[in-house]
């Protein structure tokens, strides 16, 4: 794996699996197959493999939460979103929360996505849920919520000001909607790029830490 030399990484972890389920290579039999682009094997397995311990339900929720709001992703199934709902309330994933809302934002569930940028905010104050609870606010016409909840966040991420910035002036509603959907969908690419980025990073460290293990 540390070489990406994915078909031999795939068959030294399915070795490994064989007398046994083991979290520390179904682990690496997943990581295997997302490095390799098997993005639906890599899913179907992270949900099989999500209930050994803590760090394979944490990337149960990373590789299946990787295709929410991704157009050229296959669509998860019923069952999937069921049993990764339920996992990001056991694990109280800020990041799955606020990924799982901007799946039902986009799909027009606005109630639905208000919940879980809540408990996104709740688990772990963020930029995006912060963003979020702000749009739903406005779109559920939350107006009062919607005022605090601007005045709460306006100074701690400057991207709140500038979305309110790129409001103002607007005097129909449907303008200002799509001002804000716009400001959005360009806030949202930008976090996706960085969490691309940042699990890139993340894939590289362990790979050196496996070379650093082969080697010892």
């Known amino acids: 794996y540390s070489r990406k030399d994915f078909v031999q990484a795939e068959t030294w972890f399915t070795m490994a699996l064989r007398p046994g389920p083991d979290a520390k290579a179904a682990e690496g039999l997943v990581l295997t197959l997302r490095g390799a682009g098997r993005i639906a094997d890599a899913?179907?397995?992270a949900v099989q493999y999500a209930g050994l311990s803590p760090l394979n339900r944490k990337l149960m929720i990373e590789v299946l939460t990787a295709a929410l709001n991704d157009p050229a992703a296959t669509p998860l199934s019923p069952d999937d979103l069921v049993t990764l709902s339920q996992a990001i309330d056991q694990a109280k994933s800020s990041e799955g929360a606020q990924l799982f809302a901007?799946?039902?934002?986009?799909a027009n569930d606005i109630a639905g996505a208000a919940d879980w940028f809540r408990k996104s905010d709740d688990w772990q104050q963020n930029e995006s849920a912060a963003i979020g609870l702000i749009v739903t606010a406005r779109r559920l016409h939350n107006n009062r919520d919607y005022a605090d909840l601007v005045a709460k966040y306006r100074?701690?991420?400057?991207?709140?000001?500038?979305?309110?910035?790129a409001?103002?002036?607007?005097?129909?509603?449907?303008?200002?909607?799509?001002e804000w959907d716009c400001a959005l969908r360009r806030r949202r690419r930008r976090?996706?790029?960085?969490?691309?980025r940042d699990r890139q990073g993340d894939a590289g460290r362990q790979r050196q830490s496996g070379a650093r293990h082969a080697r010892r």
């Open 43 to 45: 899913q179907k397995l």
């Open 102 to 106: 901007w799946r039902s934002y986009n």
């Open 155 to 165: 100074d701690v991420y400057p991207k709140v000001a500038e979305l309110e910035a």
């Open 167 to 178: 409001m103002g002036g607007r005097s129909a509603g449907g303008a200002r909607s799509a």
């Open 191 to 196: 976090l996706g790029q960085e969490r691309r």
